[in-house]
């Protein structure tokens, strides 16, 4: 069903469409007699977040549907303010680079004296899609 979550070959998708397709083939083997569906797949992961993906779901190996997402309980107690604060710090460096892909990050407030040859990968790795460089001597 469109709107629904699910993982495929290990990362998570939200299904886009689903097509009902025919068995073409006399061979009795070929999908137990069961109708294929073709499923269109949108990647809700941080590192693919614009990679499609359609599969025949009754030939995926390992497929998952999620029915309900809900959230965990905190019967345990909550997180130390020092794991909430990593976690809080880690959504926001996701959320920059997310929003601008054509922003230059660094991890650290850094004082460095930057070279000319330094540059060159930059604007290169700036041109490209979403690419993680580390520039060190």
Known sequence: MPGQLVTVRNRQWVVADVSRGEVASSDP???TGRAPHLVSLASIEDDARDEELSVVWELEPSTVVHDVAVLPSPEHGFDEPSELAAFLHA??????????????????????????????PVVRALSMPRTKLLIAD
């Open 91 to 120: 959504v926001r460096w996701g959320a920059i680079a997310s929003a601008d892909t054509t922003a230059l990050q660094a991890p650290f407030r850094s004082g460095i004296q930057i070279e000319d040859y330094q540059l060159d």
């Open 29 to 31: 083997h070929v999908l």
